[in-house]
Each structure stands twice: as C-alpha cells, then as structure tokens.
C-alpha cells in the first residue's frame, strides 16, 4: 500500500521560510519522479515543482522560481519542498505527488492528472 505523507506546514509570516517533506512508503522511491502541488480555498489543485527520480533535474512553476527548491534524500524516501521569502499568496495546502506511469518518458510533467499516488497534504499558511 502506497502512502505518502506530508509534514512542515504552519502558519509563517510573509517574508519567512518552511521546509516541507514527504515520506514516502510502499513504493521503490528512488525509481519515481516526485512533485508538489498546491490548491487555495476556492482554486484548482496548481504545480508548484517536480524532481526527477535521481534528483538531477527539477522545474518550477513561474511563481515560485527562485523562492523555492524541490530534492529528495532516496535513502531516506524523502521529498522536500524548501520555500523562502513567501507570500500571502502562497497560502494553500501542499501536497507531494508520485509519477510512476510516465516516469520512463524522460519527461518533467506537471499536470495533475499524470501523478498517480497523492499525500493528503500539508496547510501553509503566510500572514501579511
């Protein structure tokens, strides 16, 4: 039984930081690309970063590039989320997901449909 399970949310003020991490069980870790994603009250699931399975390459959505950075310990079957000078609008519930279908193709996705096993996520939340 595959599970994923976030951890490191809570409530930050503007201009702070969290790591987030999710442990991961059930499944060969290291062989799957991994990704975070977030959703706000009244707004769709959104990509926020994907890693591949041997950490070599990631991609961001636009909003977070610079502020945030995915990696994973494989020994550990553990992803992590490194968020920095965040912003109100980063508030949502975070949540780490697993490729195991198309992890063969090479390529970095980052629709919501392609990920296969979901934790049930971590609340972020940033205060002006």
């Known amino acids: 039984q595959v599970q994923l399970v976030e951890s490191g949310g809570g409530l930050v003020q503007a201009g702070g930081s969290l790591r987030l991490s999710c442990t991961a069980s059930?499944?060969?870790?290291?062989?799957?690309?991994m990704g975070w994603f977030r959703q706000a009250p009244g707004k769709e699931r959104e990509f926020v970063g994907v890693?591949?399975?041997?950490?070599?390459?990631?991609l961001y959505t636009d909003s977070v590039k610079g502020r945030c950075t995915i990696s994973r310990d494989n020994a550990k079957s553990t992803l992590y989320l490194q968020m920095n000078s965040l912003k109100p609008e980063d508030t949502a519930v975070y949540f780490c997901?697993?490729?195991?279908?198309?992890?063969?193709?090479?390529?970095?996705?980052?629709?919501?449909?392609?990920?296969?096993?979901w934790g049930r996520g971590t609340q972020v939340t940033v205060s002006s």
């Open positions: 997901a697993a490729n195991v279908r198309y992890v063969s193709t090479g390529r970095l996705y980052t629709a919501a449909n392609v990920y296969d096993f």
């Open positions: 890693v591949t399975s041997n950490g070599g390459r990631t």
């Open positions: 059930g499944l060969t870790f290291s062989t799957y690309d």
